[in-house]
């Protein structure tokens, strides 16, 4: 079955900076790569989503990026502000497995004023 | 709000007990989906149903099961409880079986063994 790997685990930036997420998958057939925010206690919320028949998305600060042929995926976030701490898991779903969602281990961003 | 309901927000409850909950999907979305989430494990899928019918199945206990109702509405059983099995537990729903399709997640039900 799909495997999904993320990194870092934490990372703190400060206010202004930006944070970069990568993640990689082990199944070549996933062909969508979502990426949620999930606040302390809180449900987990979709930010950014990208198919594999693109290579990059962009949506105001937030961005991912995606190399099939490497398969990593990863997540940007430009000129960070404090709501932006979240936890941030990136999935991947794999053709023929339904449309269940692999997570990843979860990335805990922390912006600091 | 994402459109998706759980009942209840908390539970807490003894090992060996059995418990339900309860999940109601955005209206017209036809696939349901049981997600776990705890310290140790991460967020992990445990069963998809679409229409009625399971679909999909991860690394989901004996002990737990689910189904879908007529009316969309699902429910997750766990029977036999363990201390593991304190989690959060998540529903999430689609409008499609599978694809390019979002997952919209309710607020989750907290579970608590003792």
């Known amino acids: 079955g799909e495997n999904v790997e993320q990194h870092p685990s934490t990372l703190s930036v400060q206010e202004g900076d930006s944070a970069v997420i990568k993640c990689t998958y082990s199944?070549?057939?996933?062909?969508?790569f979502p990426w949620y925010k999930q606040e302390l206690g809180k449900r987990p919320q979709l930010i950014i989503d990208?198919?594999?028949?693109?290579g990059e998305k962009k949506d105001q600060r937030i961005a991912v990026t995606l190399n099939k042929t490497a398969k990593h995926f990863s997540l940007h976030i430009t000129e960070t502000q404090p709501e932006d701490s979240a936890v941030y898991f990136c999935?991947?779903?794999?053709?023929?497995?339904?449309?269940?969602?692999?997570f990843g281990t979860g990335t805990q961003l922390k912006v600091e004023l | 709000d994402s459109g998706v309901t759980q009942t209840p927000k908390h539970l807490i409850t003894a090992t060996g007990q059995r418990v339900t909950l309860r999940c109601s999907p955005r209206?017209?979305?036809?696939?349901v989906y049981w997600y776990q989430q705890s310290l140790d494990q991460g967020l992990q899928f445990l069963i998809q149903?679409?229409?009625?019918?399971?679909?999909a199945k991860g690394n989901i206990l004996e002990r737990f099961s689910a189904q879908q109702f007529p009316d969309l509405h699902s429910e997750l059983n766990l029977s036999s409880l363990e201390l593991g099995d304190s989690a959060l537990y998540f529903c999430?729903?689609?409008?499609?079986?599978?694809?390019?399709?979002?997952?919209?997640f309710g607020p989750g039900t907290r579970l608590t063994v003792l």
């Open positions: 999430a729903s689609s409008s499609r079986l599978a694809g390019y399709n979002e997952q919209f």
């Open positions: 199944d070549s057939a996933s062909n969508y």
């Open positions: 990208i198919r594999s028949n693109v």
């Open positions: 999935a991947a779903v794999s053709t023929g497995g339904g449309n269940k969602l692999t």
């Open positions: 209206s017209g979305d036809l696939s």
């Open positions: 149903y679409y229409n009625g019918e399971e679909r």
